[in-house]
């Protein structure tokens, strides 16, 4: 299995452009996960799917963020307009259950820069 | 308002030392997870644990439901073992991280 594929695995922008960041999950996971990493805040979840549906996405900084999952295999994470305060490293997860009991594999990360 | 703490932060040892990392929590929870983060960027899940212990190879966790505290232990430490390590848990479909532990571990 290829594991939990996202791309690119490194984004600098301007600040004002729109940035748009892909993830593959591993066949078979019902559920995806999006996460922001930076070094104030650590690790924080954005929004997560399940069966291609958004169930939670209380933790959505704001409008400019937005996320979908056309399909089974295939979610994106959009910023629009970027800021320089959304520069972080962005994860994508996923498992075959949201329940705590259930491990998350994680994609290798996109690290977003924008000036 | 952290749900969720670790100590310490930074964590430096000698080869070969055993290792404590501490979690503790304030929410109820089905589950606790360790995660490690190597220095490259990349998320490994450890452990998840409810209740009791869990080992594998060198690695163990422990977990006090009651107490609402969690423990990370590193037996034989190596360099190779140099990560940060991140104390992970949900009340239910949310999670909460930890700030995470960076260890150095010197040959």
């Known amino acids: 299995d290829a594991g939990v594929i996202q791309s690119p695995r490194h984004e600098v922008t301007e600040m004002g452009q729109e940035v748009t960041l892909r993830c593959k999950p591993i066949s078979g996971h019902d559920y995806l996960f999006w996460y922001r990493q930076t070094m104030m805040r650590g690790l924080e979840l954005l929004i997560y799917f399940n069966n291609n549906v958004p169930i939670d996405d209380s933790g959505m900084p704001e409008d400019r963020f937005s996320a979908k999952m056309p399909n089974a295999s295939f979610s994106t994470l959009k910023i629009q307009p970027s800021e320089p305060r959304d520069s972080a490293v962005y994860f994508c997860a996923s498992s075959r259950r949201a329940s705590s009991y259930n491990e998350q594999f994680f994609g290798p990360g996109t690290r977003l820069t924008v000036l | 308002k952290n749900e969720v703490e670790q100590s310490p932060q930074n964590l430096t040892a000698q080869e070969g030392e055993f290792i404590t990392i501490n979690c503790s929590y304030s929410?109820?929870?089905?589950?606790l997870h360790w995660l490690q983060q190597h220095p490259g960027g990349g998320i490994v899940s450890l452990f998840m644990l409810s209740s009791g212990k869990k080992k594998h190879g060198r690695l163990i966790a422990t977990i006090n439901i009651q107490e609402k505290h969690s423990s990370l232990h590193i037996t034989a430490s190596h360099p190779r073992d140099s990560a940060v390590y991140i104390c992970a848990v949900s009340p239910g479909n949310q999670f909460y991280f930890g700030t995470g532990t960076s260890l150095t571990v010197i040959p």
């Open positions: 929410v109820g929870i089905s589950a």
